[in-house]
């Protein structure tokens, strides 16, 4: 397996996203995702990445469960931030609060029923809180021998600049795709920039668009009822048909390249950057072996700047999340 670098820390050029296998698409299926991810081990597609807010928790059980008797063959890369009530799933706030964040820690060790976490990333920054304050608790962590490294998930350039200079900062992680190129952009830097500087690894989620990249999905009614992509301004009314044209021109590109469509969405992040690691979710073994083929795909310039001119940044149709959820978001 090709190996990248997230600042000091070494794992996989891809990893695997385990959220879905507990919530937001649908029905799960346990032995189903603990087979997905002994597969993906199997692979060496060994960063495997959870938070406590999904399910919530339930999802740190699951990985905790998968992984026992492999401990020293994985990744793991965990999250907090986003507060939930099991009582009351729908509700959430934001808290980078230092008690917050170590007491979180300890949770999550226990779930995952591990003795240190590889990758401990603040999921959302706290607008209350001010980040070196997060990040100095994160560290604290580090000396305590509970984390091995730090990360970031939707922060902004400027936040990224802050945090590192408080701590190193192994990796940001935001969504970022062919539908979602917020990163490459920003007054006077985006967060790519930042990263590329600092020495800082990007993890890519949702590098599919959230499944829509694949080709797979033709209809809103494609979706489980539960599935909150029903409620995702991308995958509604007109916003729906617009994206399906843009999936048009992958699909007849990755034809010309004898790949899938998702495996071309993956092999265009490859190769954005060295330092970029997507970490598509899956919860099923047949698409994370297809996710897996991507890293056959070689891409030329040709193909760069072909996909560039179809698929150029803001031509997705629609916010990626719902207002609300955008209005958490660090920018």
């Not at 994985?74 to 999250?79: E, G, Q, S």
């Not at 060295?274 to 919860?283: E, M, S």
Request: glycine share 10%; charged share 25%; with cysteine.
């Amino acid at each position: 397996m090709k190996q990248r670098m997230l600042g000091q820390l070494q794992v996989p050029a891809l990893g695997l996203g385990c959220m879905g296998m507990s919530e937001f698409y649908g029905p799960g299926d346990e032995a189903e995702s603990i087979a997905t991810i002994h597969r993906s081990i199997e692979l060496g597609i060994t960063l495997l990445d959870t938070a406590d807010m999904y399910g919530p928790f339930k999802n740190e059980e699951l990985v905790g469960r998968a992984i026992r008797g492999m401990r020293d063959r994985v990744i793991v890369a965990t999250k907090c931030g986003i507060v939930r009530d099991p009582s009351n799933p729908t509700k959430r706030s934001i808290s980078g609060k230092p008690e917050y964040i170590k007491s979180s820690c300890d949770g999550s060790l226990r779930r995952l029923g591990i003795d240190v976490i590889d990758l401990y990333q603040l999921h959302r920054v706290d607008p209350e809180t001010p980040i070196e304050d997060s990040v100095g608790a994160l560290a604290d962590l580090i000396k305590a021998g509970k984390v091995r490294a730090i990360g970031l998930s939707e922060a902004s350039a400027q936040t990224l600049r802050k945090a590192h200079a408080i701590h190193p900062i192994s990796s940001v992680q935001s969504e970022y795709s062919l539908w979602t190129r917020d990163p490459e952009e920003g007054e006077p830097e985006g967060v790519l920039d930042v990263c590329r500087e600092l020495g800082i690894g990007f993890l890519a989620y949702s590098p599919l668009g959230r499944g829509f990249l694949t080709g797979q999905i033709k209809s809103p009614d494609d979706f489980a009822a539960d599935d909150f992509r029903r409620y995702s301004p991308r995958f509604q009314g007109e916003n729906f048909q617009k994206n399906l044209e843009l999936v048009a021109h992958i699909q007849t590109l990755a034809k010309t390249k004898g790949c899938t469509p998702g495996q071309l969405a993956l092999a265009w992040l490859l190769a954005r950057e060295p330092f970029i690691v997507p970490i598509p979710g899956t919860k099923r073994r047949k698409y994370l072996e297809e996710n897996a083929g991507a890293l056959s795909v070689e891409l030329t310039a040709a193909d760069l700047a072909r996909i560039d001119e179809l698929l150029p940044p803001g031509a997705a149709s629609g916010a990626r999340y719902p207002q609300a959820a955008m209005s958490s978001l660090n920018r």
